[in-house]
């Protein structure tokens, strides 16, 4: 019960902390689609396919999120695409990495935008939301 109260908690203060845009067309959007479009679409692209217009600049391009599926014997990675966004964990070992690390920029926000005491009681719940509305955005981008 007390994990479901935190995941409670930390979602209502992931729909509070995020910036809604006034526009009538953003109003419709999903809290995790809005999330994927203002940190994952300049490079990946709005339908998830890699090409997005920061993609030409990086080393390698950006990956197609379209394909994680197909590509894990039809099962969505949660577990593997979640970490990978998180990227607190990444170690040189996993190859290089062009990406931001999501984990440390939320937590990063987190501080600026409500102190260090939001931080210590409530940051890495809603750092976690956010990764995870992420994760579930992209799991519906599935070819």
Not at 75 to 85: D, E, Q
Request: aromatic content about 10%.
């Amino acid at each position: 019960m007390k994990d479901q109260s935190r995941i409670t908690a930390a979602t209502l203060l992931l729909t509070l902390a995020l910036p809604v845009a006034s526009a009538a067309a953003e109003k419709e959007k999903s809290v995790s689609q809005l999330e994927y479009e203002r940190n994952c679409a300049t490079c990946h692209g709005l339908k998830g396919k890699g090409n997005g217009p920061f993609a030409e600049f990086l080393t390698e391009g950006a990956p197609s999120l379209t394909t994680l599926s197909k590509n894990n014997d039809g099962v969505f990675p949660v577990k593997r695409v979640r970490s990978y966004i998180d990227g607190r964990e990444w170690t040189a070992a996993h190859g290089s990495r062009e990406m931001p690390i999501w984990g440390a920029e939320y937590t990063e926000e987190s501080m600026a935008a409500h102190g260090p005491f939001f931080r210590e009681w409530y940051g890495e719940d809603v750092v976690q939301a956010r990764i995870l509305a992420l994760v579930e955005y992209i799991s519906t981008l599935q070819e």
